[in-house]
C-alpha cells in the first residue's frame, strides 16, 4: 500500500474542497448573513489540513494501483462529507454532528434525504451549500480533481473507474485528464443552460442556481418545505426535462458535440431509458387522472415525479404518498432502476438491468438447448463474459447491501413501509421514500444511530458498493 | 499529436510507452479483450477492441484525425493492409512493421510508395544492422551512429583495473590527446552528463563521441582495443540471424550458426550456402565445446527465449570468448543481466521503439529544425539527438560558452559539411550544420529547447 501517494491526493482534494467552500461564504456575505464564518472558517481548516497532508506525504511513487485507488476514492468521500458537516454545526443551522454529517453525505451522494423539519428557516449560506455539494457529488470530485491538477499519473483509470458509476467505464479521448474535463465542461455548460432557462421564467437567482444545482448532481434538496411544488408549472417543466437529460450517459453528449449523431441514437440504453420514462408516466397519468381536476396537470405531475425518481433526483411537485397504490408502487421500483451508466444518476443503472435480463434470456434458451453457444450484445457489441459476470455479482451485493441496511434499521418503530422504503431511496440516492419519509416528511425521527447506518448507505450506493467494502476490509490494509 | 498504435504485442507496448512519455495523445487497438483491458489499466491511452483493418474499428479510433499510425501486430500483410486503410481514411502519416525477408529486398521502395507508407520498420534487419557495429567494434558495449556514419558514440564499460580509474575528464583529456568528448556517464542508477572535473570510475558505463577513425585512436590509447572479429558463433537460426550472418558474410567473416530445429538451419544453408549451419541443441555444453566456442572472438546468443541467451552467454563468457552478445527483450531482464555482469546486450524491442519516437518528433517539427536521428540511452534516461539547423535558428553564430544552456544538456558534436568538430567553448552554430546534442532527464523537441 502506498501511503503517501493516498495522503498526498486526499491533500489536494482538501485544498479543493476548500475553495469550493469560498462560495457559500460569498452567498452569505451577500445575503448578510452571520454564518460566513462558518464556512470561511472551515475553509481555512481544509486548506491548512490539505496544504500540510500535501507537503507531509511526498510520494516518491505516482503509480496509483487499484488497491490506492479504492483507497483514495473512499478516504475523500468520507472526509469531504466530515469536513462539510462542519460548517452546518458551526453556524447552528443543524446543532447535532450527526444530523450534519447525515445532511452533508446526502448532499455529495446526491441522495438530497433531509434530516431538517424547517428548511425555510435556514440561512442562504447553508442552503447553498447543501446544494452546491450535490453539484460537486453528482460528476465525483476526484474527477474534478483530476481535470485541474497537473500531471496525473498513467494508472489513474482506477480512480476514474472507482468514483464513476456504471459496469464499464470508458474515456472519450485518450487521456484520463482530457476526459474529466470534458465532463465537466458539459456537466457545466448543462447546469448553465439550466439556470438560464429557470431565470427566463422568472425564478428569483438564488432559488435558479440552487435548483440547478439539486437537478444536474440528481440530488434534490430544495429550498422551500414542499419542494419544487409552489413553482409555476413553467418551471416544473423545465426541472422535470433537465433532471431527465441529467440522467443520460455524458459520453453521449460528447458523441453529439463530435457530430457521431447515428452512435447516439444507436444506444440501446438511451432508448430503453427514455421507453422506462414513458410508459411509467404513462400509466400513472391514467392512475392519477381523477385526482387531479385537469389533464395537463395529470400529465405534468406524473411526469415530473416519474423523472425525478427515475433519475434518483428527490424533488417532487406532489405528495405522491396520497397516490393510488399502483402509482405508488411503480414510483417504488423505479427508485430501483436509476438513470444511465455515466450519469450523476444513482441507482442500479438501466445497463445493469439490460444487460440481467439478456443473460435471463440466454439461460432460458440454454435450458432448452443444453449445447447452446451465445454471447450477449449491447450497444452492438459483445459484452464480455467477465463484464457480465460482475453485472451478476454486482447485483447479489447491492441486494445483499439493502438487506443488511433494512435490518438495522428496522427496529424504528416507523413501519415496514417507511423503514423499508427509506432503506431503498437512500440506498439508491433518491431521497424521499413512502410513508414516514414520504416527499413532504423528513428523516428527521429516525436515532443517531440509524442516521448513520443511512449515511453508510448513500455513501454504498454512490460509489457501487465495491471500493467502500474493498477499502474497509482490513486486508487491503495489511501488508500480505 | 494523435497517434494510433495497432497491435500491443512486446514492440507495440515499448511504442506505447515511449510515445506516451512525449506527451502525444494515444489510441491502442488490438483483437484480444484480456491485451486491451491490460493495456487500458496501465497506460492512459484509450483502447479499442477489434481487427486491425476492420473500417469499423479504424472509424472508432478516430483514423481520420491521427497525425500517424503505427501498425505492428504479428503479420506483415496484415500491417500492411492496416496502414492502407487508414492512410485512405486519412491519417497523416503511417507506420508499418514489415520483418518478411522477401518484402525487404528490392521490392521494399515500390511498396511503401504504393501503399503511401511514411516508413516501414524491420526489428530484426535493424537489430543485425547494430549487432554488426558492435562486432566491427567489440571493445564498445554499444554503438550508435550519426549522420550517415560519420560521427559515433561509443559506450565503454570501464573495467575494475582500469587505467582511467579516478581521472577527471579534464585529466583524461590531457593524457590521452585525441579528438573526442565523454558525453554522458552512467554510474548504478544514476546518470549524469559529465563537466570538466567530473572523475570517472571504474564501473561506471561512458559514452564517448568522435569521428570513427578518432575513436580507434582513443581505444588504441587506452590500451582497449580489440581487434575486430573474425569468427563468430551466432546460436538460433533466426531472421536476425539471417540478416547478421549475410552482413558478416559481406566483409569477410566465418560465421558459425547453431539452432535446434532442424528446418529452419536447412532454410539458412540454402540462402547463405558459405554459413556453417549446425542442428543442434545449443544449451548442451558440450555441443557448444565440440563446435569451439572457445576459440571464437565473438558468440551472439539470438534464441527466442530471454532467459536461454543470458544462460548461455554467461557460458559463453565462462570460455573466455572475447566478446559475447544476448538479445534481451524484456527491459527488467536487460538490468539484471548488466548487473549480473553480461556487459553487452541488444534489445530489438528497445531499437524500434527509438526509431518511431524519432520519426514521431520528426512530424512535429516539421517547421523547426529537424530531428534527424534520436537515441535512448543508459535504460532511456538520457538521450542523444542529431538536429538540422535552420537558417532561421535564434543562436547562429554565438560561441557556445555564451550561449546560456540548460544544466545536463552538452553539445557533442557539430558537423559542418563533411568535418566533424568537437565543439569547445569557442566553436558557433551556423546554419546548415547538424548538431548533436546529449540530454538526461529530459526530452528535446527542437534545437531552440538546450537554451535555458
Known sequence: MNYKVIFNTIGRVAVAEAFLLLLPTAVSLIYGESCYMAFLLTAMFSFLLGVLLHLCFKPKNHVIYAKEGFAIVTLVWLGMSAIGAVPFV??????????????????????????????????????????????????????????????????????????????????????????????????????????????????????????????????????????????????????????????????????????????????????????????SSAIITLNVFPMYKNSSDAIRQSVFQVSSILTTTGYSTADF???????????????????????????????????????????????????????????????????????????????????????????????????????????????????????????????????????????????????????????????? | MKIIVVGCGKIGTTIIKGILAEGHDVVVIDNSQSVISEISDVYDVMCVCGGAADCETLDEADVSKADMFIAVTGSDELNMLSCYIAKKMGAKHTVARIRNPEYNDKSLGFMKQQLGLSLAINPEMLAARELFNILKLPSAVNIETFSRRNFEMVEIRLKPDSAIDGLSIADLRKKYPANFL???????????????????????????????????????????????????????????????????????????????????????????????????????????????????????????????????????????????????????????????????????????????????????????????????????????LEFNVQPDFKYVNISIKDMKLKTDILIAGIIRGRKAIIPSGEDVILAGDKVIVFAAGQSMNDLSDIIG
Open chain 2, 182 to 384: 565523454v558525453c554522458v556517464v552512467q554510474r548504478g542508477e544514476d546518470v549524469f552528463i559529465p563537466s570538466g572535473d567530473f572523475v570517472l570510475k571504474s564501473g561506471d558505463r561512458i559514452g564517448v563521441t568522435a569521428s570513427a577513425t578518432e575513436i580507434h585512436k582513443l581505444l588504441k590509447n587506452l590500451g582497449i582495443l580489440q581487434k575486430q572479429a573474425k569468427n563468430v558463433m551466432i546460436l538460433g537460426a533466426s531472421r536476425t540471424a539471417y540478416y547478421l550472418a549475410k552482413m558478416l558474410i559481406g566483409i569477410g567473416n566465418n560465421v558459425k550458426i547453431i539452432d535446434k530445429e532442424l528446418r529452419k538451419c536447412e532454410r539458412i544453408s540454402r540462402t547463405l550456402p558459405t554459413v556453417h549451419v549446425v542442428a543442434g541443441d545449443g544449451a548442451e555444453q558440450d555441443l557448444l565445446l565440440e563446435e569451439g566456442i572457445a576459440s571464437m572472438d565473438a558468440f551472439v546468443a539470438l534464441t527466442g527465449m530471454d532467459e536461454e541467451n543470458i544462460l548461455i552467454s554467461f557460458f559463453a563468457a565462462s570460455q573466455n570468448v572475447p566478446k559475447v552478445i544476448s538479445k534481451v527483450n524484456r527491459r527488467e531482464f536487460a538490468s539484471l543481466a548488466d548487473n549480473m555482469g553480461l556487459e553487452c546486450i541488444v534489445s530489438p524491442r528497445k531499437i524500434v521503439a527509438d526509431v518511431v519516437l524519432r520519426f514521431s518528433r520528426a512530424i512535429k517539427n516539421s517547421e523547426g529544425s529537424n530531428v534527424e536521428t534520436l537515441y535512448k540511452l543508459m535504460d532511456g534516461k538520457a538521450e542523444a
Open chain 1, 90 to 279: 458551526l453556524c447552528g443551522d443543524i446543532p447535532s454532528y450527526a444530523d450534519a454529517f447525515f445532511e452533508t453525505v446526502s448532499g455529495f451522494t446526491t441522495t438530497g434525504a433531509s434530516i431538517l423539519r424547517d428548511v425555510e428557516s435556514l440561512n442562504h449560506g447553508t442552503l447553498f451549500w447543501r446544494s452546491f455539494s450535490h453539484w460537486v457529488g453528482g460528476m465525483g470530485v476526484l474527477v474534478f480533481v483530476m481535470a485541474i491538477i497537473p500531471n496525473v499519473s498513467d494508472r489513474s483509470i482506477h480512480i476514474m473507474r472507482a468514483e464513476m458509476p456504471g459496469p464499464v467505464v470508458g474515456k472519450i479521448v485518450p487521456r484520463v485528464k482530457d476526459t474529466a474535463k470534458i465532463l465537466y465542461l458539459i456537466y457545466i455548460a448543462l447546469t448553465a443552460v439550466e439556470v438560464v432557462m429557470l431565470l427566463c421564467g422568472g425564478m428569483p437567482v438564488f432559488d435558479s442556481l440552487v435548483h440547478s444545482f439539486g437537478t444536474a448532481g440528481t440530488g434534490g434538496f430544495g429550498i422551500k418545505s414542499d419542494s419544487i411544488a409552489s413553482y409555476s408549472p413553467y418551471h416544473q417543466w423545465v426541472i422535470a426535462i433537465f433532471m431527465l437529460l441529467f440522467g443520460i450517459n455524458f459520453n453521449l453528449y460528447y458523441l453529439l458535440l463530435i457530430k457521431r449523431f447515428r452512435s447516439v441514437f444507436r444506444s440501446t440504453e438511451l432508448w430503453v431509458y427514455i421507453a422506462i420514462a414513458f410508459v
Open chain 1, 321 to 480: 404518498n396520497l397516490w393510488p397504490s399502483l402509482s405508488k408502487g411503480i414510483i417504488f421500483v423505479l427508485m430501483f432502476s436509476g438513470g444511465c451508466a455515466g450519469s450523476t444518476a444513482g441507482g442500479l443503472k438501466i445497463s445493469r438491468t439490460i444487460m440481467m435480463f439478456k443473460m435471463v434470456g440466454r439461460e432460458f434458451k440454454r435450458m432448452l438447448h443444453p449445447r447452446t453457444v451465445s454471447t450477449v450484445r449491447f450497444e452492438g457489441k459483445t459484452v464480455e463474459e467477465q463484464t457480465l459476470q460482475g453485472v451478476t455479482v454486482y447485483f447479489a451485493v447491492y441486494m445483499l447491501c439493502i438487506l443488511t441496511t433494512f435490518l438495522l434499521i428496522c427496529h424504528e418503530p416507523f413501519g415496514m413501509e417507511t423503514n423499508f422504503t427509506a432503506t431503498v431511496s437512500c440506498f439508491n440516492n433518491v431521497g424521499p421514500g413512502l410513508a414516514g419519509v414520504g416527499p413532504m416528511s423528513s428523516y428527521a425521527d429516525y436515532s443517531v444511530l440509524s442516521k448513520l447506518v443511512l449515511s453508510f448507505a448513500m455513501l454504498l450506493g454512490r460509489l457501487e458498493i465495491f471500493p467502500l467494502l474493498i477499502a474497509l476490509s482490513p486486508s487491503t490494509w495489511t501488508k500480505k
